[in-house]
């Protein structure tokens, strides 16, 4: 049984194979509020944790930016790096500066899988 704040919950009821189907009552939308149409959320969140690793699992595990956005007082502009700090890209805004890597990132990783920048 999933309660339910509304006055109607969710029945669990066992099949022959051992998997599960879900029950309800639909009147007046209750139901639908709560979990979406034909439990659409519900089964959303389900297939999210039914899903989700233990990442310990996988051991350490080492992230490193692809690209920095850092303030250079001396040009008073952003300066976009990349892992090496090789200057990319500067503006005096930093939102600009945050479109362009935007893009640039999208167009290495388009090409890194083959396609066309």
């Known amino acids: 049984m999933i309660r339910l704040k509304g006055p109607y919950d ?8 051992g998997s599960y ?3 309800t009552d ?8 709560e ?5 659409g959320r519900l089964l959303q969140l389900y297939a999210v ?3 989700q690793i233990d990442l310990n699992a996988l051991g350490r595990i080492h992230v490193r930016r692809a690209t920095h956005i850092i303030y250079d007082n001396a040009d008073r502009k952003w300066v ?7 200057k990319l890209f500067s503006h005096p805004s930093r ?5 362009w890597e935007q893009v640039y990132l999208e167009k290495r990783e388009t090409l890194k ?5």
């Open 10 to 17: 969710i029945a669990l009821n066992q099949g022959h194979t």
């Open 113 to 117: 899988h083959g396609g066309v920048a």
């Open 80 to 86: 976009v790096t990349d892992m090496l700090d090789n």
């Open 35 to 39: 979990v979406g149409p034909e439990y």
């Open 49 to 51: 944790h039914k899903t």
């Open 21 to 23: 189907g879900l029950t």
């Open 95 to 99: 939102e600009v500066c945050l479109e």
């Open 26 to 33: 639909w009147w007046d939308g209750h139901v639908e509020r």
